[in-house]
T-cell receptor
Framework: TQLLEQSPQFLSIQEGENLTVYCNSS?????LQWYRQEPGEGPVLLVT?????EVKKLKRLTFQFGDARKDSSLHITAAQPGDTGLYLC??????????FGSGTKLNVKP | NAGVTQTPKFQVLKTGQSMTLQCAQD?????MSWYRQDPGMGLRLIHY???????DQGEVPNGYNVSRSTTEDFPLRLLSAAPSQTSVYFC????????????FGEGSWLTVV
């Protein structure tokens, strides 16, 4: 059983479309992070959210942390082929452990 | 900047063999961890360490041992390899604290036949 559930698992869209990826849990986290991973490489941090209700923007990416700090969403506006990759959320638990979701594999077609 | 360095990159083992995956970081991070990544399962925590001489189990520790004799190094030992341990392994490090970035190595692809 995954502590963090991500949805959808797979997403294939056309360039220019918008999309939202969700990360849900029944546990409360001290922070939640989003990573992007390309084939053959390790995950790379996109953003960290710490406060319940927090919204962060990174160019065309918008990240939101739920009020209760149990869930998060990643919204991409006008997706581009360069956004293609595996998106992972990670919840920080008890300062010493990070638990990862199962990932959302995004493919943006030109 | 080396960051987190893992070796080997690829390894094929026979069932029952043992081996060690090496991990080193040069960022003086207190926290180091090992994950395995399987299709559809995301990253699962195997073992972690909050400092030299201190280790603890993660979600899937069975079949693996770790030690942390120095701040820089955190090797992962497979005691008796099984086909179920075929996976991609990532070593990671971070400063201990809230909301800190996890830095990952490039991964080690292990196949057990």
């Amino acid at each position: 059983t995954q502590l963090l559930e991500q949805s959808p698992q797979f997403l294939s869209i056309q360039e220019g479309e918008n999309l939202t990826v969700y990360c849900n849990s029944s546990s409360v986290f001290s922070s939640l992070q989003w990573y992007r991973q390309e084939p053959g490489e390790g995950p790379v941090l996109l953003v960290t959210v710490v406060t319940g209700g927090e919204v962060k923007k990174l160019k065309r990416l918008t990240f939101q942390f739920g009020d209760a700090r149990k869930d998060s969403s990643l919204h991409i506006t006008a997706a581009q082929p360069g956004d293609t990759g595996l998106y992972l959320c990670a919840g920080q638990y008890n300062f010493n452990k990070f638990y990862f979701g199962s990932g959302t594999k995004l493919n943006v077609k030109p | 900047n080396a960051g987190v360095t893992q070796t080997p990159k690829f390894q094929v083992l026979k069932t029952g063999q043992s081996m060690t995956l090496q991990c080193a970081q040069d960022m003086n991070h207190e926290y180091m961890s090992w994950y395995r990544q399987d299709p559809g399962m995301g990253l699962r925590l195997i073992h972690y360490s909050v400092g030299a001489g201190i280790t603890d189990q993660g979600e899937v520790p069975n079949g693996y041992n770790v030690s942390r004799s120095t701040t820089e190094d955190f090797p992962l030992r497979l005691l008796s390899a099984a086909p179920s341990q075929t996976s991609v392994y990532f070593c990671a490090s971070s400063y201990r604290g809230s909301g800190n970035t996890i830095y990952f190595g490039e991964g080690s692809w292990l196949t057990v036949v």
